[in-house]
T-cell receptor, first 112, second 115 residues
Framework: SQKIEQNSEALNIQEGKTATLTCNYT??????LQWYRQDPGRGPVFLLLIRENEKEKRKERLKVTFDTTLKQSLFHITASQPADSATYLC???????????FGTGTSLTVIP | DTGVSQDPRHKITKRGQNVTFRCDPI?????LYWYRQTLGQGPEFLTY????????KSRLLSDRFSAERPKGSFSTLEIQRTEQGDSAMYLC?????????????FGPGTRLTVL
């Protein structure tokens, strides 16, 4: 069966450190993988997209890697700040169809 | 443009009643998605429109759920004979196929509570 798993339900890190979140998938052939941020009571907000033929993407303090052999994406936030505290979701769009499949999310808390 | 809007933001209803939610996408976006999200889970795909055509519908969606997008602008999601298991956040997202990639912009959601 198809599955998207994100690492541990909650991740706590010290301010200034790098947060690394994982997204593992099985039985998908994603054309795109996206990362979203979601704050309590709000809809997800798009952060980064990476295509199946790309290895790495960066945007300011954010970096995403995509390994289609390992079926894994890593999401890094460098120099983390308390304002980065939120739930982070990965989402796959397969290369057939228009559906998006979301992981369960990882709750990140950055401790001052 | 102020982004994707949804109405109402909260809805409390009794089991067995019908409810309807509205989504207004970003005006130039031709794609519209509905999702359902329960606590501690990621959004679960319900259905997808390109312009006014409903192109995909989740197999998990029972026939009590129906969605429309007349004229390819706003969309409505109706749930008939609500059940307690329908309690969730209902999210709408829009995107533009002309952008080359399908970046979705989400609305704030409608939180449904079925008593």
């Amino acid at each position: 069966s198809q599955k998207i798993e994100q690492n541990s339900e909650a991740l706590n890190i010290q301010e200034g450190k790098t947060a690394t979140l994982t997204c593992n998938y099985t039985n998908y052939s994603p054309a795109y993988l996206q990362w979203y941020r979601q704050d309590p009571g709000r809809g997800p907000v798009f952060l980064l997209l990476i295509r199946e033929n790309e290895k790495e993407k960066r945007k300011e303090r954010l970096k995403v890697t995509f390994d289609t052999t390992l079926k894994q994406s890593l999401f890094h936030i460098t120099a983390s700040q308390p304002a980065d505290s939120a739930t982070y979701l990965c989402a796959l769009q397969p290369n057939t169809g228009n559906q998006f499949y979301f992981g369960t999310g990882t709750s990140l808390t950055v401790i001052p | 443009d102020t982004g994707v809007s949804q109405d109402p933001r909260h809805k409390i209803t009794k089991r067995g009643q019908n409810v309807t939610f509205r989504c207004d996408p970003i005006s130039e976006h031709n794609r519209l998605y509905w999702y359902r999200q329960t606590l501690g889970q990621g959004p679960e795909f319900l259905t997808y429109f390109q312009n006014e055509a409903q192109l995909e519908k989740s197999r998990l969606l029972s026939d009590r759920f129906s969605a429309e997008r007349p004229k390819g602008s706003f969309s409505t999601l109706e749930i008939q004979r609500t059940e307690q298991g329908d309690s969730a956040m209902y999210l709408c997202a829009s995107s533009s196929s002309g952008m080359g990639t399908d970046t979705q912009y989400f609305g704030p959601g409608t939180r449904l509570t079925v008593l």
